[in-house]
């Protein structure tokens, strides 16, 4: 099995080591391990090559089982050419339409509001489409009656297959279902977007579905954070609605993320959700846990159950006996941070 590496910018560099050590240290448990491809891409690149990866980039991706992402973005370059040069086309070429973000608290970890310790849920976000298109333009450009246009596209294909996703991931779990909409206010996609899950989610059995407007989702999500069980939204919903939910559960730094292609026609994309965060780059204190649980997703979905569960326990028990980085109130860096799951992980082979 091999696993195209894209480190990144930022403290892309920084977790990505420690989490390949970790994810390698939980196959080795089970006699297994992976080949790792990596490519330098990223602003690096950009800044060398003047694109953030080759022509045939999407080429060379294609031929292996998964991507492995750190985070892209540098303050010198828009970051419409780092995100829109990279991330995007990658979701948008393998066809990664669910993007999933399963937030848990940590043990040990405080959440800034009460309640935050119970949160348990998983936000399936739609990721090829909706709020994230390229249809629109800029007219009258520098004059009074200058104008943006940016067209919202959802279509029923689109909306249905993320729908379906999150209804089977529903059914594994509390058989809850929660629908961000927005249909008082955006009058066109919203309904339709509300239509096509409702129809979804009625040909299925055993999953209780709630739509519940993007803003008062917003508050409950604060409020009482424990109620949620799968969330499934639009592009633009979802990607709030993630930073938000990472928040109630501590830490962004934690926060694990998959692009995933469910047909497995295409490799799919894990990464963190957490960018390059230039405020404490190069100074080894960003939190690996992040990508270190995004890599036990990743090992889930190539069909390493086992080590995925070994990783989670892994990183579950070191953050709970203290070994934390700044951002969870510790005092750890990364490495030291990384170097103790790995130490979890073969003392107990
Ligand atoms: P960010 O996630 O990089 O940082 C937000 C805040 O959280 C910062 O204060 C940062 O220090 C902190 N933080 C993030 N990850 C952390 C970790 N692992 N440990 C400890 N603290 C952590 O978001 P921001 O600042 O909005 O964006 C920075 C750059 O990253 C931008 O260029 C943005 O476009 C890019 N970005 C890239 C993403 C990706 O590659 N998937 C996702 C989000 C942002
Ligand atoms: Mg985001």
Redo the contacts with the bound molecule.
Sequence with gaps: MSIAVIA?????KE?MPPAIACVDAALARHGQAVEWVHYPWGSDFYLAEGSMMPADGIDQLAQHEAIF???????QIP?TE??WGL?IPIRREFEQYVNLRPVRALKGVPSPVAGGDGIDLILVRENTEGEYSEIGGRAHRGRDIESALQVNVFSRKGIARVARYATELAKTRRGLLTSATKSNGIIHTMPFWDEVVREVVSAADGVRLESILIDALAAKLILAPANFDVIVASNLFGDILSDLAGAVAG????APSANLNPEREYPSLF??????????AGRG???????IWTGALMLEHLGHAEAAADLTQAFESVSASGIR???LGGISSTAEVGAAIVAHLTDRT
């Design positions: 990144g910018d930022g403290i892309g977790v992402l750190g985070a892209v973005g540098l303050p970051d780092t995100l991330l830490s962004i730094g934690v990464e963190p959700v957490h960018g390059s965060a230039p405020d404490i204190i960003a939190n690996p846990i992040g990508q980085t700044r951002d």
